[in-house]
């Protein structure tokens, strides 16, 4: 290490100091008179501070070594920069974050104003060197002003121990009177307190407008600390305070009327705009709440209800809105409430933007920019050009990308001309076409409008709601998403996980299983692990019992579980042989009973026992619902016999060889299913390939072999859509479509139509007649089928319910165990809330899609179960949360 320099003094104020190192290299002197020199990087001061200049000012350097400073002298101040290597320090540019903006902060500047320099000026000022900061130093409260007003120092240092020198408490307000002033942080240092005295308030330090104090320190690390701690708080705070002028320049500049209000709906802000709408003077709004100001009585009694109802739980509202100017006029406009959350996750502030919506808004001066714009760079545009820019107030990305590359504006007819001349269109485009059509002679008002259906009609996924995921229940966010999710989600590290855990086998393969002892063996033939009970060939051969229990089938109550039981859970087999046969299928695809035995037994033998949920009986329970359905008068009406067996059929295939894990898991996994489908309705094709597989793999069992070719590639394809749609992702695809083309045609034709006898079978002949209605039909009837378990009895539900949860634990644990993403993580035996999963799962899916149903189908005791089950999930789920017990009813 090296010496430290010697500094010696003369009486006549000269300075001699020498340095040495370890190296013993000769030693080194510098001499200096009456001001000031740089030894190896030290600031060496006299004790002549009146020979100083009134302000000091260096700008940091990184080491000691190979330096030299430039001197600038002038009659007001005396700059020192430090350098290494010949080249000046800079110090980098931040990036600070706010909000969505991107900032850039540059190198922090520190003004110190201490009257005499001592040690508490030097340990602030070498702190300064240390943290990079640029730094000044001012002796007299006018230099600091105007040292200050020059630089715009991010922070300024003042000393307030000796009150001799300046009064601090009024240098800071006169520094925080100047506009830069307002957004400085600004430290105050205080001596130190006797042992016996006591400390003083620091609220007539902050009414001054100081931001902190500072207790005598001279030790460079104490005050570094502080500038570092003063840097990542109050600075950083205030620099993203400066950056909201930038904000509210757009406000005020922004062509729409803006809005703010706090939680209390009193008035806050309100941009020139507004004041030119509304007829008001800023003046006269902010401070006051909205209630005060005079309404319009041509909106709906309820519609304020409404509103508030919508924001106050954290959702925006748009709509149309009558508001009164000051003038007494009503205004119709186009209004969206956004509410903002704040402290403590409240809603803290309610945005309001209003567009004019009235054709008579010529009063309101709101586009006179725009239009000179349009008039200096658009000379050659009609009349009707200018009016159709000035549908948007504000500049707007639709607004900016409607212009060439040279500024002038283009034309909608022109820049559709080469689509309105394509001579094979989609329906989309055609609508696409007929909507911008129809806007270029549109008021305003509806012009806007349209613009936001074609933002809509733009979207990949039409049918599909934005669900919201923030304030949601978790139960209701894992069971939507694992449900609704079909791709292949990313580990940390971007990698993908692949498995052969669930692999296709071979044909030539028998069906795995895993054993009660874990060890993987060929899955029992169920014809000898079930010898007790003879394999029937037709009905006649079904033993009483079960024969028996069957003749309730055709009511929705059947106790499926009881089949399962009695059958030693074969209950697909025996329903299946039951329903087909009440259905004349065996006629219409001209096989014998035998072969539909057969084939039947193979299907049912693919179905996994080892599954608590997708199992055989799922698929029994799935048969019995969509003949149920089939039995309806509107539904028979409605579809042909091939429509008939058709359903059938996928609804006893629909989830064949299920390995009792979703989609999800599957593409996580890296599957070979998960591959060879593209992670794309992974299981649902894997069902429908494997059943025409398995169909056509033993002569015995095809029951398709006799039917004419055209029928079956009709039948193949009518039973490969019906189940492709119990696939999640496509649900409120489905949905959506089965009400827009089925109820709402349907129930304008019931209305205007008379009450005539033949009104009805008017309406289901239409149905039938149309090929794509009764794809819908199909569609919507397997869906319920499928997912019907909240319809059923109490018992039935709650049964259901439990082996569903089951197979989603099972999954989670597996994930767990091997790594993999986890789908559903509510979805823990150790923590999960059965019946808060059935009420998310009964309100997103069910109810609106049976509701549909039953509106067609007329199916009243399902929808009395549905409430019934409803109610039984939210009376435990209320118990549960409240530490009561259930009722005994439950």
Not at 197 to 224: D, H, K, M, W
Not at 285 to 297: A, Q, V
Not at 338 to 353: A, D, L
Not at 505 to 519: I, M, N, R
Request: glycine content about 4%; hydrophobic content about 35%; overall charge negative.
């Amino acid at each position: 290490m090296g010496c430290a320099p010697s500094i010696h003094v003369s009486q006549s104020g000269v300075i001699y100091c020498r340095d040495s190192d370890e190296s013993n290299s000769p030693h080194q002197t510098t001499t200096i008179s009456q001001g000031a020199a740089t030894v190896h990087g030290f600031f060496i001061k006299t004790d002549a501070a009146e020979s100083l200049p009134s302000v000091l000012a260096y700008q940091s350097r990184a080491t000691r070594t190979s330096s030299r400073r430039e001197k600038k002298e002038s009659s007001n101040c005396t700059e020192a920069e430090t350098q290494t290597s010949h080249t000046s320090v800079k110090v980098a540019s931040t990036e600070v974050h706010f909000g969505p903006m991107r900032l850039t902060q540059d190198p922090f500047q520190v003004l110190l104003v201490f009257a005499k320099e001592d040690s508490q000026s030097d340990g602030f000022w070498w702190a300064c060197d240390k943290a990079g900061y640029k730094c000044n130093i001012a002796r007299t409260p006018e230099s600091a002003v105007e040292s200050f007003l020059d630089k715009h120092h991010e922070i300024i240092i003042i000393d307030n121990r000796h009150a001799k020198y300046f009064d601090a408490e009024t240098l800071c307000r006169s520094i925080r009177a100047t506009k830069p002033g307002e957004t400085t942080v600004m430290l105050v240092v205080v001596p130190q307190l006797c042992n016996d005295q006591e400390e003083c308030s620091v609220l007539p330090l902050l009414n001054a407008g100081f931001n902190r104090q500072y207790i005598e320190n001279p030790n460079v690390t104490a005050c570094y600390n502080e500038l570092i701690q003063l840097e990542h708080g109050e600075v950083q705070s205030q620099f993203k305070l400066r950056a909201c002028s930038s904000i509210f320049t757009a406000l005020e500049h922004c062509q729409e009327a803006i809005e703010i209000t706090n939680e209390d709906h009193v008035i806050q802000y309100v941009n020139p705009a507004f004041e030119r709408m509304m007829g008001y003077h800023k003046g006269e709004l902010i401070g006051k709440e909205l209630t005060e100001l005079p309404k319009s009585d041509k909106n709906k009694a309820d519609l304020l209800d409404t509103i508030n109802t919508c924001i106050k739980k954290g959702k925006e509202w748009r709509g149309m809105y009558y508001a009164r100017q000051k003038a007494g006029d009503s205004i119709q406009q186009d209004v969206t409430i956004t509410p903002v959350i704040g402290q403590g996750g409240k809603i803290r502030h309610f945005v309001s933007i209003k567009k004019l919506c009235s054709d008579n808004n010529k009063q309101i001066n709101n586009t006179h920019s725009e239009d000179k714009y349009l008039e200096e760079n658009s000379q050659s545009d009609s009349q009707s050009l200018k009016h159709k820019d000035r549908r948007k107030g504000s500049i707007d990305v639709k607004s900016i990308t409607s212009r060439r590359s040279d500024g002038s504006s283009f034309r909608r007819p022109s820049s559709m001309a080469r689509i309105h001349s394509m001579t094979i269109e989609a329906p989309i485009t055609k609508v696409i076409n007929i909507i911008n059509t129809a806007q270029e002679n549109s008021p305003v008002t509806v012009a806007e409008a349209l613009d936001r259906v074609l933002e809509i009609l733009r979207t990949t996924e039409l049918y599909s709601p934005q669900l919201g995921t923030k304030d949601d229940d978790p139960h209701t966010n894992n069971l939507v998403g694992g449900l609704m999710t079909d791709g292949l989600r990313r580990m940390s590290g971007n990698e993908y996980i692949f498995s052969k855990t669930y692999r296709q086998t071979e044909k030539s393969e028998a069906p795995l299983w895993t054993s009660l002892d874990g060890q993987i063996e060929e899955e029992p033939d169920l014809q000898q692990s079930h010898s007790h009970l003879a394999i029937p060939v037709a009905l006649s051969d079904v033993p009483p019992h079960v024969a028996e229990l069957l003749d309730d089938e055709e009511s929705w109550d059947f106790n499926i579980f009881e089949l399962e039981t009695i059958t030693n859970k074969r209950p697909l087999l025996y329903l299946g042989l039951k329903i087909f046969t009440q259905f004349g299928a065996c006629e219409f695809l001209n096989c014998s009973k035998k072969t539909l035995r057969s084939w039947l037994q193979i299907i049912e033998t693919n179905y996994h026992a080892s599954n608590s949920y997708h199992n055989s009986t799922h698929a029994a329970d799935v048969l019995h619902a969509t003949a149920y359905f089939l039995r309806k008068d509107r539904v028979k009406g409605s579809l042909d016999e091939l429509d008939e067996v058709a359903a059938l059929i996928a609804a006893t295939v629909h989830d064949v060889d299920h390995p009792g894990r979703t989609n999800s898991f599957l593409c996580n996994a890296g599957s070979e299913l998960a591959i060879l489908y593209n992670d794309t309705a992974v299981l649902e094709s894997h069902h429908a390939a494997l059943a025409f597989q398995l169909t056509a793999g033993e002569d015995k069992s095809n029951i398709f072999k006799n039917i004419e070719r055209n029928q079956f590639r009709t039948l193949r394809q009518a039973i490969i859509d019906m189940v492709l749609a119990t696939e999640m992702t496509k649900h409120f695809e489905h949905v959506n479509k089965f009400v827009n083309s089925i109820n709402k045609p349907m129930t304008s034709i019931e209305e205007t139509s008379s009450n005539s006898e033949g009104s009805d079978g008017e309406c289901s002949s239409s149905i039938k007649n149309s090929i794509d209605d009764r794809l819908l039909i199909k569609r919507m009837l397997i869906k319920c089928a499928d997912v019907a378990n909240p319809c059923r009895s109490v018992k039935l539900c709650v049964e259901w319910a439990g082996r569903i949860s089951e197979e989603y634990f099972a999954q989670t644990d597996e994930e767990k165990c091997q790594g993999l993403p986890v789908v559903m993580p509510v979805f823990d035996r150790n923590t999960c809330s059965i019946p808060k999963s059935q009420i998310s799962f009964i309100d997103y899916f069910i109810t609106d899609m049976f509701d549909a149903w039953d509106a067609f189908a007329n199916l009243p005791k399902l929808i009395q179960h549905l409430a019934e089950n409803y109610k039984y999930w939210k009376t435990l789920d209320e118990c549960k949360c409240k530490g009561l017990r259930p009722p005994p009813d439950l």
